[in-house]
């Protein structure tokens, strides 16, 4: 089993970047496919992206590609989302998850971090 812990959220202005780090400890990250996703306040979680355990598959959700970019590191443990041009609507909780690959859909049914706030004001 992982334990996962985010890091890297904080407060930004529209426009900027900003990179999150989900890095997990325990056995098996490599195992695993690896996700993102967001809640902002009053609305359902959302899913951002994911990656296979391997690094070859990645999924973005609706609207995130052009901006977002996930990518691991398993020698690190780490699986990483880069965010641009950041906008005032990007603003929410942003969670790390572990899990695996339906065919084409990703399941987070593993593990959880606790999450990190994003802010960006405009």
């Known amino acids: 089993q992982v334990q996962l812990v985010e890091s890297g959220g904080g407060l930004v202005q529209a426009g900027e970047s900003l990179t999150l780090s989900c890095r997990a400890s325990?056995?098996?990250?490599?195992?695993?496919?690896m996700g993102w996703f967001r809640q902002a306040p009053g609305k359902e979680r959302e899913f951002v992206a994911a990656?296979?355990?391997?690094?070859?598959?990645?999924s973005y959700g609706d609207s995130m590609k052009p901006r977002f970019a996930i990518s691991r590191d398993n020698a690190k443990n780490t699986v990483y989302l880069q965010m641009n041009s950041l906008r005032p609507e990007d603003t929410a909780v942003h969670y790390c998850?572990?899990?695996?690959?339906?065919?084409?859909?990703?399941?987070?049914?593993?593990?959880w971090g606790q999450g990190t706030q994003i802010t960006v004001s405009s």
């Open positions: 998850s572990a899990g695996a690959y339906v065919g084409v859909i990703y399941n987070p049914d593993h593990a």
């Open positions: 325990g056995r098996g990250f490599s195992c695993y496919a």
């Open positions: 990656i296979s355990w391997s690094g070859i598959s990645v």
